[in-house]
């Protein structure tokens, strides 16, 4: 967001917890927080508590705080600082005030400033809020308790979320679905934008793929599932599907940090293999040599890995609960809901029309609507110039 507003001249400045420069003493430190940097925003001033945190983090695992009382430990400690910070600024002795975006979770104390001066503020929301928990504590239900590490948000994150939105002068959320389950919580239905996430793929395009006439043992549809391995994502429903299509000639590859006590050993088919983890430089190889993406959700905000395989002209199955990529029947195909029926249906036609594959992928790509410069021009049109950027530690 920083990037595409600060393509459009729109810019003042950024705010976020760490900004390590590349080859500082902290890069070289800490690994982790390398990426906390972009040459993009070299020109924009960056307020950012980088010592702090690292120090902050040292604690809360002295503290041994862990789930949610250390996420809400670390946005608390972020909102404080941001608060302070915004607190200090000398009002613009002329010109239009300022306008603050931050990022849900942890607005609320920026935006008890910005309100109290006098700014306009805008939240944007990450995820589907109280509706997509409910969902997902509905499903741990259904597949079994214990066997998921999720666990719900305290009421008192809620109470600070139903604070920020009636702070904010307007909400950005990035998909349909997210707009639709904010609305059932009683948000007004003007105050909620749609802005999808911005995505840049590489300069170079990514080559013709090449599909078999017809898939066999030897060679299996190859499926991507990559990302969170969790109920959230459609788990629970790619187990079951998979086991209903065990004797058909494919394969899911599950790629990601597992989130919960299954096993390849245990409740899986066999035709699906388990990579977890993966470093973020072997991701692109899976896109590659997979022939299609699953991301069967059963909420998300957008889902960026979708953008991700389009760029890689990869074929997307998707269910409505997320960003609007898929075109049904043009790029990808686009799921109703988010069913093992549905998921196996959807993979039983494309081993039954393989060229249909070839279609997708040869219509698939980035489209524009998603580039910065467009992200950076809706933004604007919501409130005008955006002075001050808020970015969210977690």
Excluded at 85 to 114: D, H, K
Excluded at 145 to 169: H, I, N, Q, V
Aim: hydrophobic share 45%; aromatic share 8%.
């Amino acid at each position: 967001m920083a990037r595409a507003l600060a393509g459009c001249g729109a810019l003042a400045g950024l705010v976020t917890d760490a900004w390590i420069q590349p080859g500082s003493l902290q890069a070289r430190l800490h690994r982790r927080l390398r990426d906390r940097f972009h040459a993009g925003l070299s020109g924009v001033p960056v307020k950012h508590w980088s010592e702090g945190l690292l120090g902050f983090e040292v604690l809360a695992r002295a503290r041994r705080l862990r789930g949610w009382p250390l996420i809400l430990a670390r946005n608390a400690w972020f909102q404080r600082r941001v608060a302070r910070w915004l607190g200090s600024l000398a009002p613009p002795a002329r010109g239009p005030q300022p306008v603050v975006f931050s990022y849900s979770y942890t607005a609320l104390e920026p935006f008890r400033v910005a309100r109290a001066r006098g700014w306009q503020t805008v939240l944007g929301q990450i995820d589907p809020g109280p509706v997509e928990a409910e969902i997902v504590a509905a499903e741990q239900r259904s597949f079994g308790g214990g066997k998921s590490r999720w666990t719900a948000p305290p009421a008192c994150y809620w109470d600070d979320w139903r604070e920020e939105c009636a702070l904010a002068d307007r909400i950005v959320v990035n998909s349909a679905w997210s707009r639709e389950a904010l609305l059932q919580t009683g948000l007004a239905a003007e105050k909620v934008v749609i802005v999808p996430l911005a995505y840049e793929a590489e300069a170079s395009t990514a080559p013709a793929r090449n599909y078999p006439p017809r898939f066999d043992a030897v060679r299996p549809l190859r499926i991507l599932f990559l990302g969170q391995v969790n109920l959230r994502k459609g788990l629970a429903r790619v187990l079951e599907a998979a086991r209903s299509l065990a004797d058909a000639p494919v394969e899911f590859w599950m790629v990601g940090p597992l989130e919960l006590a299954v096993t390849p050993d245990g409740e899986t088919a066999p035709n699906m293999k388990w990579f977890g983890a993966v470093p973020r430089g072997e991701v692109a190889r899976f896109y590659r040599e997979a022939d299609v993406f699953l991301f069967p959700t059963l909420s998300d905000g957008f889902g960026l890995t979708q953008l991700e395989a389009q760029a890689q002209r990869l074929p997307v199955i998707a269910t409505r609960r997320c960003g609007e990529v898929v075109r049904d029947g043009v790029n990808g195909l686009r799921l109703e809901e988010p069913t093992a029926q549905a998921i196996a249906d959807a993979i039983r036609e494309l081993l039954a029309r393989p060229a249909r594959l070839a279609a997708m992928s040869a219509a698939s790509g980035v489209e524009n609507r998603f580039s910065l410069r467009s992200i950076g021009q809706q933004i604007l049109a919501l409130a005008g110039p955006v002075q001050v950027s808020t970015d969210a530690p977690s």
